[in-house]
């Protein structure tokens, strides 16, 4: 049983696009993650196509919201039979463990996990919304708060790994956003790293979007990259 490290981000905007990308790579090759665009347009029928077509999918909707509605919608997230779902550390403990009691629904439950802050954010945001501590604490203590909600691991960048590995153990899942290839442009991400660099400094598994998707051979793509790490 292979297990790729690579999840691509199917940031497409419908279904037809979506399901076009996952005939073009296999499940032994990557993962999958779909988001809040394409959720909304191709809805839960979407996600089950492509658990149904043996992939593992990340359901990124990083719900946050009072812990029985996060409960509820981390149970039905589970029945879809998604294989990773996340939700915001800043809901709070009591939030994070009620999404946990939720995907306790199904036998083989998925693995949850949080974002800390939203990388978009600068020390200046948080300081105009009223959080005075220092942004690396921040991530810090939210990242101590999942794991000791019950939670497998966190999003973060691939650069707050080590620190995160050393804070909260071996055992936690650390999936990383940002990646690029050295062929790769950057688009709009600032602060990037290489495939390789990123599992060398304790990443799980590497968020994969545009260098994968908007290649113009996907499949070759996620190849090279496959290459570059194994
Ligand atoms: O195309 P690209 O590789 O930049 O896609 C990265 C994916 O990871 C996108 O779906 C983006 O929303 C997501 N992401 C991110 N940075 C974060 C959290 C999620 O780029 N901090």
């Not at 297990?3 to 996952?22: G, R, T, Y």
């Not at 809040?36 to 029928?45: D, H, N, R, Y």
């Not at 149904?52 to 509605?69: A, E, Q, R």
């Not at 690029?180 to 990123?198: F, G, K, N």
Request: glycine share 6%; with cysteine.
């Amino acid at each position: 049983m292979k297990d790729p490290k690579i999840i691509v981000a199917l940031d497409f905007p419908d279904h037809d696009q979506a399901i076009e990308f996952s005939r073009k790579t296999s499940p032994d090759q990557c993962r999958l993650k779909v988001g809040k665009e394409l959720f909304t347009s191709a809805g839960p029928a979407l996600v089950e196509a492509l658990v149904d077509s043996g992939y593992d999918v990340f359901l990124d909707l990083k719900f946050h919201d009072i812990p029985n509605t996060v409960k509820k919608a981390a149970s039905a997230a589970a029945k879809l039979g998604v294989w990773m779902l996340n939700v915001h550390a800043l809901g709070g403990s009591e939030m994070m463990r009620a999404a946990r009691e939720g995907i306790e629904v199904i036998a083989h439950r998925p693995f949850l996990i949080a974002v800390t802050v939203l990388t978009s954010m600068s020390s200046r945001d948080l300081n105009e919304i009223g959080m005075e501590m220092p942004l690396p604490q921040l991530v810090d203590r939210l990242a101590q708060s999942s794991i000791d909600s019950g939670l497998d691991g966190v999003v973060c960048s691939a650069r707050e790994a080590p620190a995160l590995r050393a804070s909260i153990g071996d055992a936690a899942l650390l999936v990383t956003p940002g990646i690029r290839p050295e062929w790769a442009a950057a688009d709009d991400q600032h602060r990037i790293v290489t495939p390789r660099q990123a599992l060398a400094n304790g990443a799980s598994y590497l968020v994969i979007g545009r260098p994968i998707t908007q290649h113009e051979d996907p499949a070759e793509a996620l190849r090279l990259i496959t290459q570059s790490i194994s």
